[in-house]
């Protein structure tokens, strides 16, 4: 077992959180601190455009561990404190007010933050990504108002979806010709674009936002590039993320894709990330990758916490994710590249009930499937096996996913 005794981590949500918790289960008993710059208690993230936007839970549901629970964890916890710098000659993590805190092992889970477009400060105009980003949020879809969503990635289907589901006006607006498409697509994601549509959604994609319009501070609509003028009295902008590692600029870690570390997570002798943050080369794919995915935060917290206490393994999982939108699951295990093929296994791709699998340089790399969990489950094989695309059994084989 590694000697480490004072392990501090920074970013309490879930993969700084796991860590922790799979620290102590592990045996670990020594100093153990958690710092997260969000004054609240460790909460899932992923509800936060879905049940919480829409007001079908209540904030209480999404938290990770009781007070108590955290407190048996036997950890200095610093919430609402904010890192903002690294001395790793040091073992030192800078805070703000000018306090720091020493190490002996650390790890950096500060996850991402969102991109803003020129006009996100104009009121009216929100982003999501905190518990109370979806809060204020979900009050101001309350008051009624007509919606653009900027942005047709995970957050901002979602988002458009419970704002629809609430009765709004939603306009749904994305420079690439079909929702969805960087994560599954044109296939899939035209699929996801008639799915808002025939729920009364406005999808407008193939164009951008050239400016936000305004009167005295507040967004009243959108001049899109194709020169068309939308009114809007609230805006969405889910424009995407960026890896939150302001606060290691001259720390002398490489951030080229987030914190950039080896096959194990490891950025330097004694510092390891996790989660959104982390970017290593998965042996399973052989490719570098960076993920922003629930689940993938809590096996690269687990990894990391093992690597941490001397097993230095390196992490080489099958990414899993999903989606909700209306009554429609869409759930996926492994990689879709931009030059997949694809084939459908089980189902019909236009009635929206299907599993396909994406192939790429002769390998299955993922199975996605629409509301078809059991069969998805099943044929998340092929991913592990690296399945040879040959040998698949395609009822129908198109070209390609793009």
Known sequence: MNTTRNVVIVGASVAGLTTAVTLRTLGYDGRLTLIGDEPHTPYDRPPLSKQILAGTWEPDRITLRTDEELSALDAELLFG?????????AGRVLLDGGDSVSYGSLVIATGVNPCRLPGTDLAGVHLLRTLDDALALRAALLRGPKVAVVGAGFLGAEAAAAARGMGLDVTLIDPRPVPMRRQFGDRVGALVGQLHQDHGVSVRCGTGVNQFLEIDGRVTGLELTDGIKLDADLVVVAVGAAPATGWLRGSGLLLTNGVECDATCRAAPGVYAAGDVASWHNSHFDAPMRLEHRLNATEQAQAVA??????????????????????????????????????????????????????????VVGVLGWNCPRELRKLRQLVVDRAPWSSIGAQECLTAAW
Not at 81 to 89: E, N, Q, V
């Open 81 to 89: 404190r904010s890192a903002t710098g690294l001395d790793i000659a």
């Open 306 to 363: 093992r690597n941490l206490l001397g097993e230095e393994l390196p992490f080489a999982p099958v990414p899993y994710f999903w989606t909700d939108q209306y009554d429609a699951r869409i759930q996926a295990y492994g990689v879709f590249p931009a030059d997949a093929d694809l084939a459908v296994l089980h189902g019909e791709l236009e009635n929206r009930r299907f599993v396909a699998a994406y192939g790429h340089r002769g390998r």
